[in-house]
């Protein structure tokens, strides 16, 4: 168990570029989650797949932004035409779902910085 | 909409000294409660959670939290603060009507601990 992994750590872009974040999930978890944390504040709850279904939306997940899981492996989350708003930590987690106990483990985030 | 509420966005303690950090939710059913940890620049890092059963719950590093339906409460307490225990702690619950899929976060507490 490596535990979930965000690829990059760290990303600076300017305003109107297009990012992608990837998400490698622990190995055996079927549910796979996307949250945005800014500064001084909780997680806030973004998308959530099982396996490779994009099962729920929240709002703050405007038409710039767009999740897969192709395969029910790996996720990307794509900003595009990112605005400063968006300069946030993005969080992924997994979960087994009923089998553990909804528990989510959480990667180390990817932080965006949009100037 | 289910809501979580931290009182106290800092709580400063000496070394030695009790933890109290303080978490009511919103919902009318019981919810499946978790605390989190997060130390700098890292994702969160679950301390306990409760489902169902035993209403006092112990987690790791010495934690534990008592869920109080009555109060719709659920404060994490150590009995004594080590400096290591200086971090941002999250209060999240998921309930049945969102499917146990998304956790909805408190504010944070961040805790300091003095010599």
């Known amino acids: 168990d490596t535990g979930v992994s965000q690829n990059p750590r760290h990303k600076i872009t300017k305003r109107g570029q297009n990012v992608t974040f990837r998400c490698d999930p622990i190995?055996?978890?079927?549910?796979l989650y996307w949250y945005r944390q800014t500064l001084g504040q909780g997680p806030e709850f973004l998308t959530y797949?099982?396996?490779?279904?994009?099962?729920?939306k929240s709002r703050l997940l405007s038409d710039r932004f767009s999740a897969e899981r192709p395969k029910g492996s790996f996720s990307t989350l794509e900003i595009q035409r990112t605005e400063q708003g968006d300069s946030a930590m993005y969080l992924c987690?997994?979960?087994?779902?009923?089998?553990?106990?909804?528990?989510?483990?959480f990667g180390p985030g990817t932080r965006l910085t949009v100037t | 909409a289910q809501s979580v509420t931290q009182l106290g966005s800092h709580v400063s303690v000496s070394e030695g000294a009790l933890v109290l950090l303080r978490c009511n939710y919103s919902?009318?059913?019981?919810?499946?409660l978790f605390w989190y940890v997060q130390y700098p620049n890292q994702g969160l890092q679950l301390l306990l959670k409760?489902?169902?059963?035993?209403?006092l719950v112990k987690g790791i590093n010495g934690f534990e939290a008592e869920f109080k339906k009555s109060e719709t409460s659920f404060h994490l307490t150590k009995p004594s603060a080590h400096m290591s225990d200086a971090a941002e702690y999250f209060c999240?619950?998921?309930?049945?009507?969102?499917?146990?899929?998304?956790?909805?976060f408190g504010a944070g507490t961040r805790l300091a601990v003095h010599p």
């Open positions: 919902s009318s059913v019981p919810p499946y």
């Open positions: 999240a619950v998921t309930d049945r009507g969102g499917g146990y899929n998304k956790l909805i």
């Open positions: 409760y489902t169902t059963g035993a209403t």
């Open positions: 190995s055996e978890h079927n549910r």
């Open positions: 987690a997994s979960s087994l779902g009923l089998q553990g106990g909804y528990e989510q483990y």
């Open positions: 797949f099982q396996n490779e279904a994009q099962l729920e």
